[in-house]
Structure formats: structure tokens, C-alpha cells
């Protein structure tokens, strides 16, 4: 059998892309996707709204491997500028590069922009998986060593890309995030019953004086979801946005973009006094996990936040039969909501042979602390022993 001719092409838009090539490798299965970040439609937002492109910082550089002419993987890679909207730091790594008179910027990205979700990174169709993975990670390397840029980096991908990886020489990394797990709860109640009595009544606490905020509280998705929810979420995220980063990712022309093509995958939990939006969460609904995105307020309320945030999406979690929620990045306060730590992965190329072998040593001792990290905070969770246990 003749090996295939593989040939690599950078994209500036996915527009030079067809939606049917690219989900045939971000959504092989059909139907619901494991996350829709990866998706034709997704992608196709951010570069649609401004989000990406311009002045982001986040020029599109949509990588395509094609066997015999038929495309067989994708990545949404990104040159960067900076690298804020990661949520895997580097910021360090880059200090020290340009203090020894380098220049770390731009980058290569391999990621879902603002976007602290684990998925697949290496998008291939089925039957191509280890051929495509590993023609993309040559086509990337290839294309940072060319342009001499100083590294290239693939985050919050899975742990079985992070293997792979590792095993074609890249770099891996391990982070930490908070998640919550369902273990078949028939309802709140089932979950409450799997925590430590202090715990339990904590929450019933939390979420008594929550939905005690004098107004209601909507869970809402696709046709549901109409304009004018976009337009109160839109002030929420400015005002979280403006205190957390200084400037929004994402655009006002985002949201009108999920309206239009996104709003089956999302769930838009708003609470309302006299009809007015007050607060809001965003979370996208992947094929077995709910992934939380964004929160914003314009009034305070107490524990309203772990109530849209947390407990809304246990709640539709359970109800919709899903396996997982993912809460996004950092966030300790989590732990006492039932969410456990788990690691996150990620891959990197350097460059430069000596900041190479300066990183690895960095990265043996941090991936050492990250690991004790996650055994201190799994110990110190809310489960009764025995489950904690089982989480171990």
C-alpha cells in the first residue's frame, strides 16, 4: 500500500475552508460535538465578531493537513502578539527569554481562543487519527522554525494529544482545574447526600439565601435565548471583563453571532427582579459535559453567583444527563462547592536548544507541585471520605 502524499497549508480564514472538511474532523461522530469550541461554527464567530484578527492579538493561522487532496486534520492555530487569553500561563517564560535579549513574541498557539476548556486539539478524521496528529505537529514545528519565532504552544488539550506529544519530543505541561463529576445522582438532593454534613448544609444555605434574592432565575437555550438576553449578558460580561483583563475578549458582535449559529449549544442561566436582568452565566453544552464560561452582574446579591454559576449547572447537569461539569480556570472556592481538582495539559516547542532545556527543568518541578497540589486539595474536598477516595 502506497503511503499517501501529505501536504500542510496555513489558513488566514476558515472562509478558505469548507464547514463540511473541517467538522468532518472536529465532529466525526455528528450530532452533538464534545465541545462545540472546536467546531466550524465556533471558530467561524470569533473570526466573524472581530474577536480575532485586527488587534486581538490572535491572528488566525488555521493549520490543514490533506492526503492525496482530501482533507484528513485540522487545528485552529493562532500567531500571537501576546498572551493574555490563554489561561496557561507564560508570562514568566517570556520575561526571562527577552531579559536574555530574545524576542518571544510572536508565538505559535495551537487553542481555542479565551477559552480554558480541555478538547481535542489535533482534529482528524476518523481513520487518520495518528497519521493527522503527527502531520500537524511537523507542519507546526515546521512553521516556527522557518519563520525563527520562539515557541510554539498547543493548550488544554487531552491527555491522550499530551502523550502523543510528548512522544514526538514536544514539551508537556500539567495545570489544574476544578470540575465536578456525576456519579448517576438521580437529582441536587442525590449529590448533597454524597457530601460531608458541614458541606451539605452549606450549600442548602448558599442556595436558600440565593433564590431568597427576591426575583427569578431562568435557565434558557436555543430558541429560548432571544436578543435582549444578549444584550443584558453583554453588560455583565463588560463589567467582569473591564475588572478582570481591562478590555473583553470577546465583542458585542459575538454574541449576536451565537444567536445566529451557536444558541443550541449554549445555556444562558439569567437572573431577573420585576423582569430586569440582574446577573447572568454562560455555559456551553458539550456532548457530556457542561463548560462554564462567563459570569457578570450590574447588582450584588449574596451567594447569587455560586447559585448561576455552580449549582444551576449541577442541577442541568444531572437533569440532562451529562457526565461532567467544568467550571474554567483557577478558583479555589470551587472545592467547597463539590467541584475537585483535575489536571489540565498542554504541549510546547522552544526554539532556542538552551531555554528548551531551561524550561524542561521548570517543568519536572512544577508538574511535581501540581501533583501534590491536587492530592492536598482532593484530601481537603467535601465528599465524604469514602468518595474522595474513589475520586483518588
Not at 68 to 95: L, R, T
Amino acid at each position: 500500500m502506497n503511503t499517501p502524499t501529505i501536504e500542510i497549508t496555513l489558513h488566514p480564514s476558515l472562509a478558505e475552508i469548507s464547514a463540511s472538511d473541517w467538522d468532518a474532523c472536529a465532529n466525526p461522530e455528528g450530532g452533538r460535538p464534545e465541545d462545540p469550541f472546536t467546531t466550524y461554527r465556533f471558530l467561524k464567530a470569533l473570526e466573524d465578531s472581530g474577536s480575532v484578527g485586527g488587534r486581538s492579538g490572535w491572528q488566525p493561522r488555521y493549520l490543514v493537513a490533506r492526503a492525496d487532496g482530501q482533507v484528513i486534520a485540522c487545528a485552529p492555530m493562532y500567531a500571537k502578539s501576546h498572551s493574555q487569553g490563554e489561561y496557561i500561563f507564560d508570562f514568566n517564560w517570556a520575561q526571562a527569554y527577552e531579559n536574555a535579549g530574545g524576542a518571544y513574541y510572536p508565538k505559535l498557539q495551537i487553542a481555542v481562543p479565551f477559552t480554558p476548556a480541555t478538547g481535542r486539539r489535533f482534529l482528524t478524521r476518523p481513520g487518520f487519527e495518528a497519521m493527522g496528529m503527527s502531520a500537524l505537529i511537523q507542519g507546526a514545528v515546521q512553521v516556527a522554525s522557518d519563520n525563527e519565532l520562539s515557541s510554539l504552544h498547543i493548550t488544554f488539550c487531552t491527555e491522550a494529544e499530551a502523550l502523543a506529544g510528548a512522544e514526538m519530543g514536544l514539551m508537556s505541561r500539567v495545570g489544574q482545574q476544578f470540575h465536578w463529576v456525576n456519579r448517576d445522582y438521580a437529582d441536587f438532593d442525590g449529590f448533597l447526600a454524597d457530601l460531608s454534613s458541614r458541606k451539605r448544609k452549606n450549600i442548602r444555605r448558599e442556595r436558600a439565601e440565593a433564590q431568597g434574592f427576591g426575583g427569578q432565575i431562568l435557565a434558557l437555550t436555543g430558541n429560548d435565548i432571544q436578543p435582549e438576553h444578549w444584550d443584558a449578558f453583554w453588560r455583565f460580561y463588560q463589567d467582569t471583563g473591564n475588572r478582570k483583563w481591562g478590555t473583553p475578549y470577546l465583542t458585542r458582535a459575538f454574541f449576536d453571532c451565537a444567536q445566529e449559529s451557536l444558541r443550541d449549544d449554549m445555556l444562558l442561566v439569567l437572573a431577573l427582579v420585576d423582569g430586569r436582568p440582574v446577573a447572568g452565566a454562560l455555559n456551553f453544552i458539550g456532548r457530556e459535559t457542561l463548560f462554564g464560561r462567563y459570569w457578570g452582574s450590574t447588582e450584588y446579591y449574596p451567594s447569587l453567583h455560586f447559585e448561576l454559576c455552580y449549582y444551576q449547572a449541577i442541577d442541568y447537569a444531572i437533569k440532562n444527563g451529562l457526565s461532567r461539569v467544568e467550571a474554567g480556570a483557577q478558583g479555589e472556592h470551587k472545592l467547597a462547592r463539590g467541584y475537585l481538582p483535575v489536571a489540565t495539559h498542554s504541549l510546547h516547542w522552544i526554539g532556542d536548544l538552551a531555554f528548551r532545556d531551561a524550561i524542561a527543568r521548570y517543568l519536572i518541578a512544577e508538574t511535581r507541585a501540581v501533583d501534590e497540589e491536587i492530592e492536598v486539595l482532593t484530601a481537603y474536598g467535601p465528599f465524604k471520605r469514602d468518595k474522595r477516595e474513589e475520586q483518588q
